[in-house]
């Protein structure tokens, strides 16, 4: 059970990037998938949010710029991120919650973290 993201890279104020994240190992279309990233000076902060049924959420000044979404039959969650900033620098995780047993005990599964560089 595993979530694998990738994407980040170094771009241009102004720029774009997409970030993927692939599940396996769970029922990847049954649970909500999140971004979060750890920027420098703020700490690790909620990006945005895909539940399983494509509802999104936004936190901050993702909205407007940042798209999520999910394509359940390849198990992957992507940020699509425009007009990047220098503040939007910094490690992007994926992170979902999942239960594992009938009593519901959950599960946190996170990313390994994709670096995003926003640099002239």
């Known amino acids: 059970v595993q979530l694998q993201a990738s994407g980040g890279g170094l771009v241009q104020p102004g720029g774009s990037l997409r970030l993927s994240c692939v599940a396996s190992?769970?029922?990847?279309?049954?649970?909500?998938m999140s971004w979060l990233r750890q920027t420098q000076g703020k700490g690790l902060e909620r990006v945005a949010d895909?539940?399983?049924?494509?509802?999104?959420a936004y936190v901050g000044s993702a909205k407007g710029r940042f798209a999520i979404s999910r394509d359940n039959a390849k198990n992957t969650v992507y940020l699509q991120m425009n007009d990047l900033k220098f503040e939007d620098t910094g490690v992007y995780y994926c992170?979902?919650?999942?239960?594992?047993?009938?009593?519901?005990?959950?599960?946190?599964?996170w990313g390994q973290g994709t670096r995003v560089t926003v640099s002239s």
């Open positions: 992170h979902s919650s999942i239960v594992v047993n009938v009593e519901g005990s959950t599960v946190d599964l």
């Open positions: 190992g769970y029922a990847f279309k049954n649970f909500a």
């Open positions: 895909i539940m399983n049924d494509d509802k999104t």
